[in-house]
DNA sequence: TAAAATTAAATTGCGTACAATCTAATCATA
DNA sequence: TATGATTAGATTGTACGCAATTTAATTTTA
């Protein structure tokens, strides 16, 4: 085989590839928070979800999925259970029908009080150097700034 | 409220967490991927299992699994799809009858020559240093490793 | 200002992910 | 060699993730 031809299917190795490990990498830290999450009844994606109520207190389903990189298709029924189990409020907006406000409640900001304990556990979980974890940090944000 | 108080809390913000990040570049690698999967009639993850056919020609399901990180719940139907679009086959080995054994076909090989244009365009696509992409490559397969 | 365009959520449908369980085959060993 | 343990895949059930479509509300503009 001619050397380019070779060339260009190692290029097809999983090997060569940066997506599989960047895709195997993100699926492994999720299952790694899992223990830690099952305790407080929460899936990753309604963790983080979480995580942005903690911090803003209310805010519309749009805003709620730029900040998550994620659509109403996923965040429309993650709501209504986080609602289910009582953490957050989903109302109309007074200013624009079409909005969904959603507010965290008295029992959300009482789940934070046991969340504060993940992140320490994570991050003895993943053993990285400080200066590892800044450049990686630094490198997924390039990549996520690109679209 | 007290400094160390805070310093928790903050610790609980979307920002400052690594997983995030790596969670959504995952997401947004493969929605890059989509465009140039969709001519192929591929999904990522049907790719990545074909990735490891075109190299390996035969494997067992759960060799396959191992090299992906996936379980059976996941493959099984995958590559039910995998051999209805006529790219693998599916059959018991004889040496042990628990174990399945997947094959490439003529048309499986085929699609190689089709996909190897994947990694010169998402190359373009994710715009980093060689440097940048070295070391991303080199701590995700370190975090993988820890497992 | 009435019609057209846009916007925000919800819905639908397909394809993962993965835990848990089940079934069948193989292995280990008492 | 019978039987208990282990192993490989398949199945079931829950939860995303996202494209495409729908519905209702708002904005634009002819």
Redesign the interface.
């Known amino acids: 085989m001619k050397k380019e031809k070779q060339e260009?299917?190692d290029?097809?190795?999983?090997s060569?590839?940066?997506?599989?490990?960047?895709?195997?990498?993100?699926?492994?830290?999720?299952r790694r928070?899992k223990p830690y999450l099952d305790d407080l009844d929460l899936t990753?994606t309604q963790y983080?979800a979480m995580?942005?109520m903690?911090?803003k207190k209310s805010m519309h389903v749009k805003d709620l999925g730029e900040?998550?990189?994620l659509d109403s298709g996923t965040l429309t029924p993650l709501l209504k259970k986080l609602e289910q189990k009582g953490y957050v409020t989903r109302t109309k907006s007074r200013e624009d029908e079409r909005a969904l406000v959603i507010s965290i409640t008295e029992a959300g900001e009482k789940l934070?009080k046991d969340?504060?304990k993940?992140?320490?556990a994570?991050g003895a979980c993943?053993?990285?150097e400080p200066e590892?974890?800044a450049?990686?940090?630094k490198?997924?944000?390039?990549?996520?700034g690109?679209?």
């Open positions: 260009e299917y290029s097809l190795k999983l060569s590839q940066l997506c599989f490990p960047l895709y195997a990498c993100s699926k492994e830290i999720i928070y990753y983080i995580m942005v903690w911090e900040q998550l990189y934070k969340a504060v993940i992140p320490a994570m993943v053993r990285l590892e974890a450049f990686l940090y490198i997924l944000y390039k990549i996520l690109e679209i």
